[in-house]
């Protein structure tokens, strides 16, 4: 699995979801939960998603995951550091 790969402590990630470009029998189950809440673990919550950040957290909660609420509390302060903008600015270190 390609999240295997992904090793380093200071992961960060970034999702697109689109929930207006979602047929409406799959709203409720995206993003996939275990995958979702893997990369919010090996990211240890800075997964910014595009999106609404609360609605996909809920959308993850399921009976098969849990996830930390530090990881959480992160994930929600890097998306409100986002809210109501059109862009991002990132610099990739390599």
């Excluded at 240890?44 to 399921?62: E, F, H, R």
């Amino acid at each position: 699995m390609e999240l295997d790969m992904m090793t380093s402590d200071d992961l960060t990630a970034m999702a697109t979801l689109d929930f207006t470009k979602i047929n409406d029998g799959w709203l409720n189950t995206m993003p996939n939960d275990l995958l979702g809440a893997e990369l919010i673990r090996k990211c240890a919550g800075k997964l910014y998603v595009s999106g609404d950040c609360d609605k996909i957290l809920d959308n993850m909660k399921t009976g098969r995951v849990t996830i930390k609420k530090a990881h959480e509390r992160t994930m929600r302060a890097l998306h409100q550091a986002f809210a109501n903008k059109n862009h991002l600015e990132c610099t990739i270190e390599g």
